[in-house]
């Protein structure tokens, strides 16, 4: 769509600086493509490229992460595997995905990606990693599937990053921390960020000021849509992080005796709650703000 609309793209180029004029603003990349290095000057840099995001760090925003707020995950591409096409499916548990869980998602009759996330903090202990969680559940799942491709990397799962602009630069999708803090989840929200950054670069431009200080209505937008929510589900999550399997268990055994129509994110909530009356603090904020 944007090749269509008129963007000039560059596939496997590595950008590796910014440039910054007098002023400081960013105006523009550096980047390596077969070998040469090239400088793009611009009137407005929007980093895409991910998390811990170099570009960011370049242009003198804190990127990283604590390891608190990350999930590592490993996920394969298998297929000739007995699934639901139609359901995605979840596996909650400490033994099988400490801190995360490990999903089905189908993309085809009998083809699925099935992926595992784990805490930060745990990934390691006992020598175990991601993919060792994902090896050890596909061997039970799904013995004789076929694995056609592998994917890992890490997602954040904490609070969105308190700057995502500077003069002359924005920052969206996992380079600006806006995964979902629960799910991990991270598509749509960097599509949304993606779509308010451009709006507001757009602008930026129009006027004939980049400043953060203009750019800064992006984020506004953000926090008032979608990030002002994320420090409610960051504490959801870590209470929920307390239940032990025979609480999930529990849930589960509730969720599953109604029919799936009728099982809503309101009434997966109301069934949490019943362990934890505490999270209604956090859940109330998001009821306000319309997410339940
Ligand atoms: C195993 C796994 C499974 C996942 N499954 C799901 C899912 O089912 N649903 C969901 O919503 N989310 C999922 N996520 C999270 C999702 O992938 C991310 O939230 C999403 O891709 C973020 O998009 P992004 O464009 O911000 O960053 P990315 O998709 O990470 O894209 C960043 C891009 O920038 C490029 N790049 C980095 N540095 C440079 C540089 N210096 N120069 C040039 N290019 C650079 C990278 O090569 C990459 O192509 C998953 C994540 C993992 C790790």
Not at 35 to 42: L, M, P
Not at 129 to 149: M, S, W
Not at 173 to 200: K, L, R, T
Request: with cysteine.
């Amino acid at each position: 769509m944007a090749a269509e609309a008129g963007a000039e793209i560059i596939v496997k180029a590595r950008v590796t600086g910014v440039t910054k004029a007098d002023d400081g603003f960013v105006d523009g990349v550096i980047f390596r493509y077969f070998g040469r290095d090239y400088t793009c000057k611009t009137k407005v840099v929007i980093a895409a490229d991910g998390i811990e995001s170099q570009v960011g760090r370049w242009a003198g925003i804190d990127t990283t992460h604590d390891l608190r707020d990350v999930d590592i995950c490993a996920q394969y591409l298998i297929s000739k595997i007995d699934i639901v096409p139609d359901s995605c499916d979840f596996y909650l548990g400490r033994e099988i995905a400490p801190r995360g869980y490990i999903w089905v998602f189908p993309k085809g009759d009998d083809i699925a990606n099935v992926g595992v996330g784990i805490g930060g903090t745990i990934s390691g202990r006992g020598g175990k990693l991601a993919i060792d969680y994902l090896n050890e559940f596909v061997k039970r799942k799904f013995p004789n599937g076929k694995i056609l491709a592998q994917v890992v990397g890490c997602v954040p799962v904490g609070d969105s990053l308190p700057d995502l602009v500077g003069d002359g630069i924005l920052l969206i999708g996992d380079a600006a921390h806006h995964s979902d803090p629960i799910s991990g989840g991270g598509i749509a929200n960097a599509m949304y960020s993606g779509q308010f950054a451009a709006e507001a670069a757009v602008e930026g431009i129009r006027i004939g000021d980049v400043s953060a200080e203009v750019l800064r209505a992006y984020q506004k937008r953000w926090d008032s849509q979608i990030g002002k929510n994320f420090k409610h589900i960051c504490r959801i999550r870590d209470g929920v992080l307390k239940f032990s399997d025979e609480v999930f268990n529990r849930c589960a055994a509730v969720l599953s005796k109604m029919p799936p129509e009728k099982v809503t994110m309101a009434q997966i909530f109301k069934t949490v709650l019943k362990h934890q009356p505490r999270l209604l603090l956090e859940l109330r904020h998001l009821i306000l703000a319309g997410w339940v």
